[in-house]
């Protein structure tokens, strides 16, 4: 019998050892999550908007995702928002508004930021088309502080306006430098006439009054339509970056523009536009910042999603502004472009690659792949070049799924580089019509778990897969694991594997055991191995445990992995 096939008579210990660490370590917080999807619901459009942030304070990022069509409490399209604690992602926590409003659009954008300094991320929650008040889309935000995420605070428009859809676009930072998380919250419809001039405000963290208004630079601008922060020019405090993309800079209609205010003043200091405006090109929607080049100054990334970009009508383009000047613009384009498929859709930015450089993720919710229209791409643009693409497709494409029209970048294996999670609102999972669904790409360094979790209830299969390059090509390596975290780490010759050793280590180091965790690497430096996992082998007190993982190769032990981290989930 082959060793990937080969049942781990070891596991039913294993899991009676992870229950008395679970035991021991009742004082850490549940670590719950993998990416199975909450429950699908007809219409709901899950992945529309996507965030991340410590909501729980465990050190590894927690997934946002929001829902705006959502039924809530029988109210049809309320809107719901879910967390999904990293690292396993395997428990949902519902967000839902106080007081469910049909068409409300709740959850069309979500962030998160320490607003009241307390440590945990909150959640913040726009609904662009609420009714606060009896205005008509006058537009409402939410704040649901972190750890419990319950009992939101909720803003308004200090001065609000019917069809002002404050709350479209929300983003969180420290713009005034004394830690605490602004709220910035664009109402791009406000003095509606007709595409609506805009405005902008940021409410102070902690007590979020007064706010400050940053208004509009012309007529017809949608200001707002997006907002970003980020520390463009590197004095440590967080600028605000707003999009307004239906301004008409230099006369061209509706070709956009970017507008930078810096902290802590925020008085406005920079414009962006299109080196090439086109007509309705409609650059400043979505923005997005992060170090691309690696200077400790953030750069600024603003989509152009009807752009003519190589001539191909409305295939869309970005560009990446470098800071702290901003005079140098990096264009990053489909490398397939088609017409019309909202290339730059959506933007995030983060170091997924872990070289130091924060690298462009980019959705093209429209795109085409093997015939079917509107399934839709993303891609991977690795800092600071930006010059290679690698696609991210969609598992289980769909006819009009729009995998690419939401994107975050964020670290919930707590491994020092961000995972990529993709939207498809439209897609039918398990063929509930329009449910949506999100993907997870996780980066495979030297080790890579194909699951970030395994079900107590119904087990699975746990794969592993080594790649320690080609220069280690034929040798043996041992698999490792500890249930109690990576520090201090486990000295083995003349490595320290990263993995606190522990009884779930010294259980796999057993010779009646360790067998089963033993192998070679091939010609390339690779191996992969998988684990059978039967239903209740884990008991129900390990729901919620991590165990973290590594590996040494030998002899001599002379290399050891990162460090990934596998969930015990329901």
Known sequence: MSQASRPVPSLATLAAVLSLCAAASAQLPPLVQSLPQPPAQTLRALGWAISSGDVDGDGFEDLVLGTPYATVAGVYPAGEAYVLPGPGLTVAIPLTPPTPQAYSRFAESVATGDVNGDGF?????????????????????????????????????????????????????????????????????????????????????????????????????????????????????????????TASPGGVGYAGSAHVFLGPTLAPVLTLFDPTPEVSGYFGFPLATGDVN????????????????????????????????????????????????????????????????????????????????????????????????????????????????????????????????VGAPNADPGGVITAGEVVGFVPRFDLGLDSLSVSASAGGTVTVSLDAGNANAGRFFVLAGSGTGTSPCFPIGSVCLPIAADPVTLLFLEPSVVLQFLGSLDATGRATRSYPVGPGVFPASTIGMRIFLAYALALPFDYASRPVVLVVGP
Do not use: K, M, Y
């Open 121 to 245: 991320d909150d959640v913040v929650v726009g609904a662009g088309d609420a009714s606060p008040g009896g205005i008509f889309q006058a537009g409402a935000v939410f704040l649901f502080p972190g750890p419990t995420a319950t009992a939101p605070l909720v803003l308004t428009d200090p001065t609000p306006l019917a069809d002002s859809h404050f709350g479209q676009a929300v983003a969180t930072g420290d713009v005034d430098g004394d830690g605490f998380d602004e709220v910035v919250v664009g109402a791009p419809l406000a003095n509606w006439t007709p595409f609506g001039d805009g405005e902008v405000w940021v409410f102070a963290g902690p007590g979020l009054a007064p706010a400050i208004s940053l208004a509009a630079p012309q007529a017809n601008a949608t200001f707002g339509v997006a907002v970003s922060t980020g520390d463009v020019n590197g004095d440590g405090l967080d600028d605000v970056v707003v999009g307004a993309n």
């Open 294 to 421: 690696g200077d400790g100054f953030d750069d600024i990334v603003v989509a152009s999603v009807n752009a003519d970009a190589g001539g191909i009508a409305d295939s869309g383009e970005a560009l990446v502004f470098l800071g702290p000047g901003l005079s140098t613009a990096l264009t990053v384009a489909d490398p397939t472009p088609e017409v019309g498929t909202g290339f730059g859709r959506s933007l995030a930015a983060g170091d997924f690659d872990g070289d130091g450089f924060d690298d462009l993720a980019v959705g093209v919710p429209g795109a085409t792949s093997g015939g079917l229209i509107g399934v839709g791409e993303a891609f991977l643009f690795p800092g600071p070049g930006l010059v290679s693409a690698v696609p991210l497709a969609d598992p289980t494409p769909e006819v009009t799924g729009n995998f690419g029209w939401g994107l975050c970048a964020a670290d919930v294996t707590g491994d020092g580089a961000a995972e990529v999670f």
